[in-house]
């Protein structure tokens, strides 16, 4: 089976612009979730889909993100405006409806995001 | 606070050493999940290993083995006779049930020819 997807694989974009980043879970996977990792730090958890919904957005970092799944299948993160510490390794990660923390996640390869 | 250390950043070993990757976590709850990721040069993250809070036993993967030590709160793990194509980044992170993943920064392996 294919495995999750992103695109693009690397954005430059100037700070002030919007970035959109895609994400194609694997299919028939209800759980989508976004990571981000800045400046070779920790992966940080920014939000969790099951399906449509937004079941946790709580890593979100304030209101300059937007992440949308509407279907319940691919999912867009919109950067509006980007800023400087935007910058970072954006990951996307599904996995099939389980009990958390027993179903396994499966990792896209990532959006490299460079904000100059 | 749930938090996962991964004290080393970068090791460099030869071909055919064997290397162990250090994880040390903090959690207050009982039942959590730990979890190895490799991040090759490609970029995507590949799921290693999962293991639960209430299983402790060692496990052997072929040359990958984990150390689960509740009493030293560490998952370590080990590569036997490494390879050069074990060059990767290695993510070491822990789950409470219910909740969502803490990720330790990673150790950047690099396995020399």
């Known amino acids: 089976e294919a495995g999750v997807t992103q695109f693009p694989s690397h954005s430059v974009i100037e700070k002030g612009q919007t970035v959109t980043l895609r994400c194609d879970p694997i299919?028939?996977?209800?759980?989508l979730y976004w990571y981000r990792r800045v400046m070779g730090k920790e992966i940080k958890f920014l939000l969790h889909f099951v399906k449509e919904s937004k079941q946790d957005e709580s890593g979100m970092p304030n209101n300059r993100f937007l992440a949308e799944r509407t279907g319940g299948t691919y999912s867009t993160l919109k950067v509006q405006p980007a800023e400087l510490e935007d910058s970072g390794v954006y990951f996307c990660a599904s996995s099939r409806a389980g009990l958390a923390g027993l179903e396994t996640q499966y990792f896209g390869p990532g959006t490299r995001l460079l904000v100059l | 606070a749930q938090k996962v250390t991964q004290a080393q950043t970068e090791i460099s070993v030869v071909e055919k050493e064997d290397v162990t990757l250090d994880c040390v976590y903090e959690?207050?709850?009982?039942?959590?999940?730990l979890f190895w990721y490799k991040q090759p040069p490609s970029g995507e993250l590949v799921f290693l290993i999962r293991?639960?809070?209430?299983?402790?036993q060692n496990e052997i993967s072929g040359r990958y083995s984990w150390n689960f030590q509740k009493s030293t709160s560490s998952f370590n793990f080990t590569i036997t006779a490494s390879q050069v194509v074990d060059s990767a980044v290695y993510f070491c992170a822990l789950r409470n049930y219910g909740q969502n993943f803490v990720f330790g920064p990673g150790t950047r392996l690099s396995v020399l020819p």
């Open positions: 299919s028939g996977h209800d759980n």
């Open positions: 293991r639960n809070s209430f299983d402790e």
């Open positions: 959690t207050r709850d009982t039942t959590y999940y």
